[in-house]
């Protein structure tokens, strides 16, 4: 699986938008590029995953240019409950393949403000 | 509908106990996980199972680790003679064998602390 880099820590205001980069040099061709979101005490939760441009859902948007070595999460107009670490995670998606468990890194910790 | 729930969710114990950590699934989930997250760490793989056979146990990190599926529902995570080090959360994820690797929900985790 390739390796991800993200920042340790963010800092934003409620009413922002936020912009979290990861860098994945070594993409492999058949890689997805997936976001979870973990808030204290919760385990992650999938919040958007794509593979090449643009994905947008109600949560957040991932913008991957064309040679896919980074991918940019972003959350629009954050607020105090998005407080959370992302993590960034770059791998293979199949239907049929077997159950490898997904490899977090230490992911970015963003800390909303009033 | 219900989500992954885990028992119990703190569990404080002395060195050299043993402890079980259950996992109950989604219901229609076959394949199952366990991670283990040391505090300000991301999360660490331990052990997945299909059904009730466990196929990779590669992050096990040790032979005091061990854990077992029954009825190709309910999880047991043990750990025998627990050491300082074993602290951390437990979390579970469950996901349906047909949909792709990135749909994995979670469980809150259990909060193992070792005194």
């Known amino acids: 699986l390739a390796k991800t880099t993200q920042p340790i820590s963010m800092d934003s205001y409620e009413g922002q938008e936020v912009n979290i980069t990861c860098s994945h040099n070594?993409?492999?061709?058949?890689?997805?590029i997936t976001w979870y979101q973990q808030f204290p005490s919760q385990g992650p939760r999938f919040i958007i995953q794509?593979?090449?441009t643009k994905v947008t859902n109600e949560v957040a948007s991932l913008f991957i240019p064309a040679d896919r070595k980074s991918s940019t999460l972003s959350l629009p107009r954050v607020s105090l409950s998005d407080t959370a670490v992302y993590y960034c995670?770059?791998?293979?998606?199949?239907?049929?393949?077997?159950?490898?468990?997904?490899?977090f890194g230490k992911g970015t910790t963003l800390s909303v403000s009033s | 509908g219900a989500g992954v729930s885990q028992s119990p969710s703190n569990k404080v114990t002395e060195k050299g106990k043993d402890v079980e950590l259950r996992c109950d699934p989604i219901?229609?989930?076959?394949?199952l996980y366990w991670y283990r997250q040391s505090l300000g760490q991301g999360l660490e793989f331990l052990i997945y199972?299909?059904?009730?056979?466990?196929?990779?146990k590669s992050g096990l990190p040790s032979d005091r680790f061990s854990a077992e599926r029954t009825g190709g529902s309910v999880s047991t995570l043990t750990i025998q003679r627990t050491q300082q080090e074993d602290s951390a959360v437990y979390l579970c994820?469950?996901?349906?064998?047909?949909?792709?690797?990135?749909?994995?929900?979670f469980g809150p985790g259990t909060r193992l602390l070792v005194l």
């Open positions: 994820a469950s996901r349906k064998v047909d949909r792709p690797q990135e749909t994995q929900y």
């Open positions: 070594n993409i492999a061709t058949n890689d997805y």
């Open positions: 794509g593979y090449k």
């Open positions: 995670l770059v791998g293979p998606r199949g239907e049929n393949q077997a159950g490898t468990a997904l490899i």
């Open positions: 219901s229609g989930h076959t394949a």
């Open positions: 199972f299909q059904g009730n056979s466990a196929p990779d």
